[in-house]
């Protein structure tokens, strides 16, 4: 076999075995529906594949919206809301590759959960400063108001 997952397959409840290794598969692998309960097993060998780390395959990185949460704990020292952190840490810009870096090319080692529109990853940048960037996998519908919903919640935090 050859080509993408189709991500419909996701609405079949009774599915309850699916073993397309050894195949010429590429694209994320679903990860919603019976596809959350399948073992990394059912995937192996297909080289094109990527998906949640813990399918054994590299994360999607080409379709993804990205926020960082810079956690209150810099350099060692816990930040008080009171303190004056706010000009240091936000707002902030990071490339890609900064974040990359950071998370050890979005290592499944730095993974710290995933949900219906994509993953979580711990990470640490260059300044010693540790983060946590969410990855949005953006062909999932519904993808764009989800982010828009987090972001307009991190500004109401931050003002």
Known sequence: MSGVTPKSLEALKQLDSFNVSFNRLHGEIP???PFADLPYQSFVSNEGL???PKMHVQACHGLALVIVFVLMRRHGKTIKA???WLPDVAPQ???YYDLQ????DFNGNNLLGSGSF???YKGALTDGTIVAVKVFNVQIEGTFQTFDRECEILRNLLS
């Open 31 to 33: 990860n919603g529906g």
């Open 50 to 52: 990527c998906g949640n």
């Open 82 to 84: 009171d303190d004056e």
């Open 93 to 95: 810009r990071f490339s």
């Open 101 to 104: 870096r950071a998370t050890q």
């Open 118 to 120: 994509g993953f979580v």
